[in-house]
């Protein structure tokens, strides 16, 4: 028969309040100082938050802090921390199972609550203690003390003192409580009230899915009860399939469990074994072992009914070897039960007997009805089997006059009703939904239109505003455009007239006249080899020059080649009065790099003028080529005189045009081309201060082929 009752174990446990869990079993720094910094109530709470997580994984370490917050805590003065601290530590006890100091501490929490009439807080030590005389299969008390809590929880609500949702889900989770307990004693009816009045005011919390399953769960295990297994498998269903969506593990082994009793009454025996599977593992996973020996039980009649009794006998004696960890006196009661029919199936009449008294002993001290008349049933046959007839006639009334009492047709009739008016309440409460949502589906139709008519007036408004907005961006767009057309031609006009200005300076009068005196040198002096060699290596260079004057770029492989041919020229003409040497990174391809023509010509002319033309003895000039970091770097450096004795000798005014043009032409490759372009002049000198040379490095734009 279905034991869904005696496998819920409470989901609600009663708690305080404002409970924080702390995760810990030490102290940690900054909880030392904020123990140092607080008064007596302030520290007694840091200790309550610390046992709070720790009750069921270190109920020693919670008992202790349990302790160190009552110690700093008058007994003579109203505290709820002191509360706090008595429900800790009793469930510290209970997990420890050491249940009669549990019972001590909750009572001592009661008294304590009722010494300053504070109704809340006896309210929850009511339900708490309630709760533990349920776990503990102790009915009768449990009854009590639930019915005192109850009592006390609406009476704050009514009186309104507290409305708040989980002062509901209080009240809820006590009248679920009660329910529970009068189906264990065969009132249904009874139970049927608590549970409908549990759903309503867990209505009024407007608790989440989650929470209305676990009462629809209960209303599943009644309709099991009842023997309704189509209506209990229907909410089983729809419970399970939220709770293995949320993950939520307790609740799946639970509903497993009674899934499998439900399928093993439809008929569906290999189903009832899966799902009995299922709950065993989830059993195993989460240390539970009382539900573990209801799963055990009911699989080991599974099998009994089937005719297997090796199975069968095998997953009793699994139960049965779990015995002393049960504190539930209604599993245990249900436990011998079972061993009972078992032994009374093989026909071990004396093994059975001894079983079914232990379990009756058990039951009838809670008056546990719905286990009594099944245990009185079985003795009748276990008596009838051994020839004693006057036990076995005793055992049979008493069963059918307790069995006729919970389901007799009166009963069951008033209950039909009751399920009845409740079924029916909820579809009416699910149709005043459904109507709700409708006409607010309504209203929002209605909003929705008048909402759609202020956003297309606001859209058109938006709508213009970014018109006029991107016709005036447009327009200062070609504006801007424009202008920067006309600067790019300015920088055009400007770059072509320092280009035809530089190609000017760069054939300098001076330059040709004395090439061409340094020619007629050579004819006179009939030195036709030098003067053929000067000439061509002159109408070179002036080729170059003028071609090269026409491009904007050129390749390095040409520009280093000018400037070749510029410092032989310059060599012949003054007789070897310097030496050049060029150095240019082995990476560099020349002619696959393109830069402005002629950047370095004046840098070379101003070597040879202002450098190493006007030395003592030989000079040289060193042309470097390298690309750093992407960028071309040309170092022009002589060893000559130097830019301030030159200066010396110049002219005064003199005015070096070729390298005003040379610093404006950077200028307008700055603009145009917004790279890093660069040129410094630096005069290199000794550790006494005198010139040994001039030293100019260029940083210039290029292009790759």
Same mark, same amino acid.
């Given at each position: 028969m279905f034991k869904t009752a005696c496998k819920l174990m409470m989901l609600g446990i009663w708690i305080v309040a404002g409970r924080t869990a702390f995760s810990q079993s030490k102290i940690n720094d900054s909880q030392v100082t904020l123990l140092s910094s607080r008064s007596g109530s302030e520290k007694a709470l840091l200790f309550n938050q610390l046992a709070d997580g720790l009750t069921k994984t270190n109920p020693r370490q919670a008992i202790l802090w349990s302790d160190s917050g009552l110690s700093l805590l008058s007994q003579f003065e109203w505290s709820k921390e002191r509360i706090h601290a008595y429900s800790n530590k009793a469930y510290g006890y209970f997990y420890l199972k050491n249940y009669d100091s549990s019972l001590i501490m909750m009572k001592e929490g009661l008294n304590y609550a009722k010494q300053f009439k504070q109704r809340k807080s006896e309210a929850t030590m009511q339900g708490q203690i309630g709760m533990f005389f349920l776990q503990k299969g102790e009915f009768d008390s449990s009854l009590v003390y639930n019915v005192k809590s109850i009592a006390l929880l609406k009476n704050v609500f009514e009186s309104a003192e507290d409305t708040s949702h989980l002062h509901l889900m209080n009240i809820s989770k006590a009248l679920g409580n009660t329910g529970q307990i009068f189906i264990r004693k065969g009132d249904y009816e009874q139970g049927f009230h608590y549970f409908v009045d549990a759903l309503k005011y867990r209505e009024l919390a407007k608790a989440p899915p989650e929470s209305m399953a676990k009462l629809t769960t209960n209303?599943?295990?009644?309709?099991?009860?009842?023997?309704?297994?189509?209506?209990? %498998?229907? *909410?089983? !269903?729809?419970?399970? +399939?939220?709770? @293995?969506?949320? #993950?939520?593990?307790?609740?799946?082994?639970?509903?497993?469990?009674?899934?499998?009793?439900?399928?093993?009454?439809?008929?569906?025996?290999?189903?009832?074994? %899966?799902? *009995?599977? !299922?709950?065993?593992? +989830?059993?195993? @996973?989460?240390? #539970?072992?009382?539900?573990?020996?209801?799963?055990?039980?009911?699989?080991?009649?599974?099998?009994?009914?089937?005719?297997?009794?090796?199975?069968?006998t095998l997953s009793y004696h699994q139960a049965l070897a779990l015995e002393k960890l049960i504190s539930s006196k209604f599993t245990l009661a249900e436990l011998h039960l079972n061993m009972g029919l078992i032994y009374l199936k093989s026909n071990q009449n004396q093994l059975a007997g001894k079983h079914l008294l232990k379990s009756l002993g058990v039951a009838e001290t809670e008056g546990m009805n719905t286990l009594i008349y099944k245990i009185e049933e079985a003795l009748s046959q276990v008596y009838n089997n051994t020839g004693n007839y006057k036990q076995a006639y005793f055992y049979h009334v008493k069963y059918h006059n307790l069995y006729d009492s919970i389901n007799n047709e009166n009963s069951r009739n008033r209950l039909s009703e009751l399920q009845t008016r409740f079924e029916t309440e909820k579809k009416e409460k699910e149709i005043l939904r459904l109507t709700a949502e409708k006409t607010e589906q309504k209203l929002a139709i209605i909003e929705q239109k008048s909402n759609l008519t202020r956003q297309r007036m606001i859209i058109f408004t938006i709508l213009l505003v970014l018109f006029l907005s991107a016709g005036l961006a447009y327009f200062l767009f070609i504006r801007y455009r424009l202008k920067q057309k006309n600067k790019h031609i300015e920088l055009e006009n400007q770059n072509l007239q320092i280009e035809s200005r530089l190609l000017r300076s760069?054939?300098?009068?001076?330059?040709?006249?004395n090439a061409l005196n340094s020619i007629q040198h050579f004819v006179l002096n009939n030195e036709k080899t030098q003067a053929s060699t000067y000439l061509i290596k002159f109408a070179n260079l002036m080729r170059n020059v003028l071609s090269m004057s026409r491009k904007e770029m050129v390749s390095l492989e040409d520009d280093l080649e000018t400037l070749k041919i510029n410092l032989e020229l310059e060599k012949l003409r003054l007789k070897d009065k310097f030496d050049f040497v060029f150095s240019i990174d082995q990476s560099i391809e020349l002619d696959a790099i393109y830069i402005p023509p002629m950047l370095m010509q004046p840098h070379i002319e101003n070597a040879i003028k202002h450098g190493v033309e006007k030395k003592e003895g030989a000079g040289t000039i060193r042309i470097e080529i390298s690309l750093p970091d992407h960028h071309l770097k040309c170092v022009i450096q002589d060893d000559g005189i130097g830019r301030e004795k030159s200066a010396v000798n110049q002219k005064k005014g003199h005015v070096s045009v070729a390298g005003k043009l040379t610093r404006e032409r950077f200028e307008i490759l700055k603009k145009k081309r917004g790279t890093h372009i660069s040129q410094v002049i630096i005069d290199q000198k000794d550790s006494h201060g005198n010139s040994i040379g001039t030293r100019v490095e260029l940083i210039i734009p290029f292009e790759k082929d």
């Amino acid at each position: 028969m279905f034991k869904t009752a005696c496998k819920l174990m409470m989901l609600g446990i009663w708690i305080v309040a404002g409970r924080t869990a702390f995760s810990q079993s030490k102290i940690n720094d900054s909880q030392v100082t904020l123990l140092s910094s607080r008064s007596g109530s302030e520290k007694a709470l840091l200790f309550n938050q610390l046992a709070d997580g720790l009750t069921k994984t270190n109920p020693r370490q919670a008992i202790l802090w349990s302790d160190s917050g009552l110690s700093l805590l008058s007994q003579f003065e109203w505290s709820k921390e002191r509360i706090h601290a008595y429900s800790n530590k009793a469930y510290g006890y209970f997990y420890l199972k050491n249940y009669d100091s549990s019972l001590i501490m909750m009572k001592e929490g009661l008294n304590y609550a009722k010494q300053f009439k504070q109704r809340k807080s006896e309210a929850t030590m009511q339900g708490q203690i309630g709760m533990f005389f349920l776990q503990k299969g102790e009915f009768d008390s449990s009854l009590v003390y639930n019915v005192k809590s109850i009592a006390l929880l609406k009476n704050v609500f009514e009186s309104a003192e507290d409305t708040s949702h989980l002062h509901l889900m209080n009240i809820s989770k006590a009248l679920g409580n009660t329910g529970q307990i009068f189906i264990r004693k065969g009132d249904y009816e009874q139970g049927f009230h608590y549970f409908v009045d549990a759903l309503k005011y867990r209505e009024l919390a407007k608790a989440p899915p989650e929470s209305m399953a676990k009462l629809t769960t209960n209303m599943a295990g009644l309709y099991a009860y009842l023997k309704d297994y189509e209506n209990s %498998q229907k *909410y089983y !269903l729809q419970t399970l +399939l939220l709770y @293995e969506k949320i #993950n939520d593990r307790a609740m799946m082994e639970i509903i497993y469990g009674n899934l499998g009793v439900v399928e093993k009454n439809l008929g569906n025996n290999d189903k009832a074994i %899966q799902y *009995y599977t !299922l709950a065993l593992k +989830l059993d195993e @996973e989460l240390g #539970n072992e009382e539900q573990k020996v209801n799963n055990l039980c009911n699989l080991a009649k599974l099998y009994l009914d089937e005719g297997d009794l090796d199975r069968a006998t095998l997953s009793y004696h699994q139960a049965l070897a779990l015995e002393k960890l049960i504190s539930s006196k209604f599993t245990l009661a249900e436990l011998h039960l079972n061993m009972g029919l078992i032994y009374l199936k093989s026909n071990q009449n004396q093994l059975a007997g001894k079983h079914l008294l232990k379990s009756l002993g058990v039951a009838e001290t809670e008056g546990m009805n719905t286990l009594i008349y099944k245990i009185e049933e079985a003795l009748s046959q276990v008596y009838n089997n051994t020839g004693n007839y006057k036990q076995a006639y005793f055992y049979h009334v008493k069963y059918h006059n307790l069995y006729d009492s919970i389901n007799n047709e009166n009963s069951r009739n008033r209950l039909s009703e009751l399920q009845t008016r409740f079924e029916t309440e909820k579809k009416e409460k699910e149709i005043l939904r459904l109507t709700a949502e409708k006409t607010e589906q309504k209203l929002a139709i209605i909003e929705q239109k008048s909402n759609l008519t202020r956003q297309r007036m606001i859209i058109f408004t938006i709508l213009l505003v970014l018109f006029l907005s991107a016709g005036l961006a447009y327009f200062l767009f070609i504006r801007y455009r424009l202008k920067q057309k006309n600067k790019h031609i300015e920088l055009e006009n400007q770059n072509l007239q320092i280009e035809s200005r530089l190609l000017r300076s760069q054939i300098n009068p001076h330059f040709i006249f004395n090439a061409l005196n340094s020619i007629q040198h050579f004819v006179l002096n009939n030195e036709k080899t030098q003067a053929s060699t000067y000439l061509i290596k002159f109408a070179n260079l002036m080729r170059n020059v003028l071609s090269m004057s026409r491009k904007e770029m050129v390749s390095l492989e040409d520009d280093l080649e000018t400037l070749k041919i510029n410092l032989e020229l310059e060599k012949l003409r003054l007789k070897d009065k310097f030496d050049f040497v060029f150095s240019i990174d082995q990476s560099i391809e020349l002619d696959a790099i393109y830069i402005p023509p002629m950047l370095m010509q004046p840098h070379i002319e101003n070597a040879i003028k202002h450098g190493v033309e006007k030395k003592e003895g030989a000079g040289t000039i060193r042309i470097e080529i390298s690309l750093p970091d992407h960028h071309l770097k040309c170092v022009i450096q002589d060893d000559g005189i130097g830019r301030e004795k030159s200066a010396v000798n110049q002219k005064k005014g003199h005015v070096s045009v070729a390298g005003k043009l040379t610093r404006e032409r950077f200028e307008i490759l700055k603009k145009k081309r917004g790279t890093h372009i660069s040129q410094v002049i630096i005069d290199q000198k000794d550790s006494h201060g005198n010139s040994i040379g001039t030293r100019v490095e260029l940083i210039i734009p290029f292009e790759k082929d």
